[in-house]
């Protein structure tokens, strides 16, 4: 037990940062994911309204 808790600490603090970033990464990857799928609509919306 005494070996364990070191480890944990060591480890374990390491690990929750990574998941927090990775989870506020992933969330302005779908954003940004979204605004490629939407960027032709948009263009072809604009180039239509200058014709």
Known sequence: MED???FISD???PI???L???H???AKLDIL???II???IRLREG???KI
């Open 20 to 22: 927090y970033l990775l």
């Open 38 to 40: 939407e960027l032709p």
């Open 11 to 13: 480890v374990g603090f």
């Open 47 to 49: 180039f239509l309204e």
């Open 33 to 35: 994911n979204e605004t």
């Open 24 to 26: 506020r990464v992933e």
């Open 16 to 18: 929750i940062v990574t």
């Open 4 to 6: 364990l808790l070191p």
